[in-house]
């Protein structure tokens, strides 16, 4: 008979101090590793100061209202490397534009926005530009397009919407 008995492996006091220096350097690895990308990315700042912002609701509600009343409809055209923007009457007429500046804005990333100053066709005068354009191709993507469209008015049309860009085109 074989008397080699082989000696079980006991837990011992270091078995144990491995076991809890583990755990923490893991939640210490993990609680790090949040807070490098929370720091790295966006900040979730929507505005500076929001007493402000809801003693301005109000008016910028007035102005939306108003222009609502306008029946005029932006047309924004996202293709082949140029942004180009018009506006249109409640008759469907294209109305002549002094100026358009376009803000792309990412909705979780502000490194990512982008302003754009569109400029009339080669030819039209300022103030009888139908449509205004730019070069160029935002990144794939959502985005949020706020649009300031200077069309002789006491304050620019203001035309904010959500788009999905694809292959460097408006979907």
Same mark, same amino acid.
């Given at each position: 008979?074989?008397?080699?008995?082989?000696?079980?492996?006991? #837990?011992? $006091?270091?078995?144990?101090?491995? %076991?809890? %220096?583990? #755990?923490?350097?893991?939640?210490?690895?993990?609680?790090?590793?949040?807070?490098?990308?929370?720091?790295?990315?966006? !900040?979730?700042?929507?505005?500076?100061?929001?007493?402000?912002?809801?003693?301005?609701?109000? /008016?910028?509600a007035r102005k939306g209202r108003?222009?609502?009343?306008?029946?005029?409809?932006?047309?924004?055209?996202?293709?082949?490397?140029?942004?180009?923007?018009?506006?249109?009457?409640?008759?469907?007429?294209?109305?002549?534009?002094?100026?358009?500046?376009?803000? #792309?804005?990412?909705?979780?990333?502000?490194?990512?926005?982008?302003?754009? !100053?569109?400029?009339?066709?080669? $030819?039209?005068?300022? $103030?009888?530009?139908? /449509?205004?354009?730019?070069?160029?191709?935002?990144?794939?993507?959502?985005?949020?397009?706020?649009?300031?469209?200077?069309?002789?008015?006491?304050?620019?049309?203001?035309?904010?919407?959500?788009?999905?860009?694809?292959?460097?085109?408006?979907?």
């Open positions: 008979m074989n008397t080699d008995l082989k000696k079980a492996r006991e #837990f011992t $006091g270091w078995h144990m101090l491995i %076991v809890i %220096v583990g #755990f923490f350097a893991v939640v210490i690895g993990v609680n790090l590793t949040m807070a490098t990308l929370a720091r790295t990315s966006w !900040t979730g700042l929507v505005v500076e100061n929001t007493y402000v912002a809801s003693q301005q609701f109000n /008016e910028e108003a222009q609502a009343a306008l029946g005029w409809t932006g047309k924004l055209t996202v293709a082949s490397g140029e942004v180009r923007y018009s506006l249109i009457d409640a008759h469907g007429k294209t109305l002549p534009l002094q100026g358009v500046r376009i803000l #792309f804005r990412h909705p979780a990333y502000e490194a990512e926005d982008e302003t754009l !100053t569109l400029a009339a066709p080669a $030819g039209a005068t300022s $103030g009888n530009a139908a /449509e205004f354009a730019v070069r160029h191709t935002p990144k794939d993507g959502v985005w949020i397009v706020e649009i300031d469209a200077d069309a002789g008015l006491a304050s620019p049309f203001r035309d904010v919407r959500r788009v999905m860009i694809s292959n460097g085109a408006l979907q």
